[in-house]
């Protein structure tokens, strides 16, 4: 995983943020490569779960919500992390991952009491990870919601309007807007791709567990009961978009939650082998029984039911929540593409995208930088691919080294332009360019005419 980061940020994928500052824990910024890569994660998302489906649609609600929605959704009272303070060093500790470290488990709905005890029993055995002494402050709850001061003119702080914590409020928030101004009808689903903000106390892992982050959820509305078959078709479907994003069965697996939260009917996580950091969760899916809508329609006063235009009957959907971290994905599309092989007799890295996925698409070669005719002739087709899909021009330094950097960044075709396509070696090659294969290295002449059709 320290040679994937550190490729992330050399080759303009991951940059820490605010770097000039020292940087800010848990805080990352997305590069030029990076950016490409990501909204395309994105695009095959919302192709596959809105594009492609009848039943679903999309939007995209506000960052801002009335601060009433955490108490509705349970995040302002439950939404925390036990915590301790180290008193020699001020360290902060999470108190169930450091039992973890010595074989104890904390259960998630323990009260404080209970875990005040059960670290009383076991904190002699954990020495504080920043200076080895232990000495604790007691257990306490620490909430991860962020505070802004929206509207707060007077600062002092005392009603504070929160950033997500989860974007997925955003949708249940849309639920009656979208039943009366579309023709949806239950059962479907409303997907959206939002940024989430928590005050995790130890972000970790790089892009694993940081403070902003982006999700895409979909939520998908059944009539009471009616859950079990939508929830095998939505499992099986989030499978196989990993599938599609070239992600192997080896690395990828289900875990069904062990703890329910008390509203869910059932919870499983799908979960990637990251390199270093082992399996781990990448997404969510959820059964949530009637619970968001339940407590939306308590806290707001508006009637949430939906009424059955056939029969008229009313009732309030249940949801199936699929819930992702897009940075998670992320990280493990690119671990899953890193490689390392040889080629040619030389070593190299190449990032094995799925085509789909790769931020270049093909990148265009005048074979040598100081004969104007090539270089002419290279921009022409420059310029005609870039209208259909991304595409870079590099002219800098031997053919070998632009192969090599474009292999790095997952470019599945170089198109090199030399003296046959002017027509120096016969008609036959005329109007011919040179397109070379990211995995294989095989090379093939291809007409001018037919590159577009090919890169799409
Ligand atoms: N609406 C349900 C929900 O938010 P979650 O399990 O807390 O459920 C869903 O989060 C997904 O969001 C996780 O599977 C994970 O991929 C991502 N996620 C959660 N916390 C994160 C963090 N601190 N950094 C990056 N991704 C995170």
């Known amino acids: 995983m320290d040679e994937v980061i550190a490729f992330s940020k050399r080759r303009g994928f991951v940059y820490p943020g605010s770097e000039i500052y020292g940087g800010m824990a848990g805080i990352y910024d997305f590069g030029p490569y990076g950016v490409e890569l990501l909204n395309n994660i994105k695009r095959s998302w919302w192709e596959t779960n809105v594009h492609s489906r009848e039943d679903y649609v999309g939007i995209d ?120 101004t579309t023709r949806m009808k239950v059962p479907f689903g409303i997907a959206q791709i939002g940024k989430a903000f928590r005050n995790e106390i130890s972000p970790r892992n790089f892009l694993f567990r940081t403070r902003e982050f982006e999700q895409a959820d979909t939520q998908f509305f059944v009539k009471p009961h009616e859950n079990k078959e939508a929830y095998d078709r939505i499992k099986a479907e989030r499978y196989a978009w990993y599938k599609s994003l070239g992600i192997s069965d080896e690395n990828l697996r289900w875990k069904q939650h062990d703890n329910l939260v008390f509203y869910a009917s059932d919870a499983w996580d799908i979960e990637y082998n990251f390199p270093t950091y082992g399996f781990d969760e990448v997404e969510g899916v959820h059964d949530r029984t009637d619970y968001d809508l339940t407590q939306h329609m308590n806290h707001s006063g508006t009637d949430l039911r939906y009424t059955d235009p056939q029969t008229g009957e009313k009732y309030i959907p249940w949801i199936l929540e699929t819930s992702m971290g897009v940075g998670r994905v992320f990280l493990a599309v690119l671990s899953e593409a890193y490689t390392k092989d040889e080629l040619d007799g030389e070593e190299r890295v190449v990032l094995r995208l799925a085509p789909e996925l790769a931020p270049v698409k093909a990148a265009v070669f005048p074979l040598l930088r100081n004969k104007p005719e090539l270089v002419a002739k290279a921009r022409e087709v420059f310029t005609m691919l870039k209208t259909h899909a991304r595409v870079e021009w590099d002219d800098n330094g031997n053919i070998g080294k632009r192969y090599r950097r474009q292999d790095e960044i997952g470019t599945p075709y170089c198109i090199t332009i030399d003296f046959d396509t002017l027509g120096e070696g016969g008609d036959e090659v005329k109007d011919t360019v040179t397109v070379r294969d990211r995995d294989t290295g095989e090379q093939k002449r291809v007409k001018i005419a037919e590159l577009t059709a090919m890169l799409a």
């Open 61 to 180: 609600s506000s960052i801002f919500r009335d601060p009433r929605v955490w108490d509705a959704s349970g995040h302002t009272k439950g939404f925390s992390d036990p915590l301790v303070e180290c008193k020699k060093c001020n360290a902060r500790l999470r108190v169930d991952k450091e039992l973890a470290k010595v074989g104890v488990t904390a259960d998630e709905k323990m009260s404080e009491a209970d875990l005040n005890a059960l670290w009383d029993e076991h904190k002699a055995k954990i020495a504080c990870p920043s200076c080895g002494a232990h000495d604790y402050t007691p257990v306490r709850a620490f909430n991860l919601l962020v505070k802004s001061n929206l509207g707060d003119f007077t600062s002092r702080g005392d009603n504070p309007v929160y950033l997500p914590g989860e974007a997925c409020q955003g949708i249940y928030l849309n639920f009656k807007n979208v039943v009366d």
